[in-house]
């Protein structure tokens, strides 16, 4: 159904974006291991937001960036949940992350198209800063690699969500739907950046 009218899923999407609040260092609990992996990504919105995003605008973009930016990005976020493990430091993670939201939310809404290794290296920058989130963030009873296993699949799950929505881009409302949700995972950006320079 919400095929059919991707205005509904517009707002259906804007309404829960609105209804949340920033995942500043959010946990899951004491879930170990693969199971808090798969859940850390989608337990808060900044991160849900920016991983949709890289799939619609993949989708957007068309070959080969509908490929090799949920590739790259899991790639990156990898590396960026090893950083975390170990302790290396990410000056203004949070904010980095925060801003992947402003920025795949527009990039989303203009449509903009950028040469692929530029749009990689911008996915990359931003995959690296969420990794690292995921890695600090790792459970004290969880088993580093199986988390880790856990956050990229269900990363690539929430890819595969942006692209079924990028499909949309086929029709012209579908457009329309699609402009709306990048300006409005914007505008949560935006309100991300402010709990984070607020704080």
Do not use: K, Q
């Not at 859940?39 to 991160?47: A, E, I, R, T, Y």
């Not at 590396?79 to 527009?106: C, D, H, M, Y």
């Amino acid at each position: 159904m919400i095929g059919r009218h991707p205005a509904l899923a517009a707002a259906i999407l804007a309404t829960v974006a609105l209804n949340t609040s920033p995942a500043l260092a959010h946990s899951v609990g004491s879930v170990a291991g693969f199971t808090a992996g798969f859940l850390h990504p989608p337990s808060g919105f900044d991160h849900l937001l920016a991983m949709v995003s890289v799939g619609i605008w993949g989708a957007e973009l068309g070959p080969p960036a509908i490929w090799l930016l949920p590739i790259a990005f899991p790639l990156m976020m990898a590396l960026g949940g090893a950083l975390g493990v170990v302790g290396i430091p990410l000056p203004a993670g949070e904010l980095v992350i925060a801003l992947s939201v402003v920025t795949l939310g527009a990039l989303v809404a203009w449509a903009r198209r950028l040469p692929i290794s530029v749009a990689v290296a911008v996915v990359g920058v931003f995959a690296l800063a969420h990794g690292h989130a995921h890695g600090v963030e790792l459970p004290g009873a969880a088993d580093a690699l199986a988390f880790t296993i856990g956050f990229v699949v269900s990363t690539g799950l929430l890819h595969l969500a942006g692209i079924a929505i990028g499909v949309l881009a086929r029709w012209r409302s579908g457009m329309l739907a699609i402009r709306a949700c990048g300006c409005t995972f914007a505008l949560v950006g935006c309100y991300f950046v402010y709990g984070y320079v607020g704080a």
